[in-house]
């Protein structure tokens, strides 16, 4: 693998775990997405982020989910959203994202190690 990284590469990026709050359509955006709210629990607080996830989700769905996401990359502007973390995911063969999730009950804001 030409792209290794260190262990202290690693720990620079914070994933957490939050619960979407709010999803709702995102008309203004290029590709078909979502704007999230999501809680990160009492040290991060709520979060906004944009995620392509229509195929496989609809927005009242995603309510009381739990999503994974980077919450230290600075804000990004999309459209008319600014986003401040970016919820992660896998594509399935087609190309659609399925959201990484834990399979346990862990507390809201709990880091990935």
Known sequence: MDNQITFDDFLKVDIRVGRVLEATEFPEARKPAYKLKIDFGEDIGIRKSSAQITVLYNPEDLVGRRVMA???F????????????????FSDAEGNISLAAPDHEVPIGARLH
């Open 74 to 89: 600075p804000p990004r502007q999309i459209g008319p959203v600014m986003s401040e973390v970016l919820v992660l995911g």
């Open 70 to 72: 980077v919450v230290n």
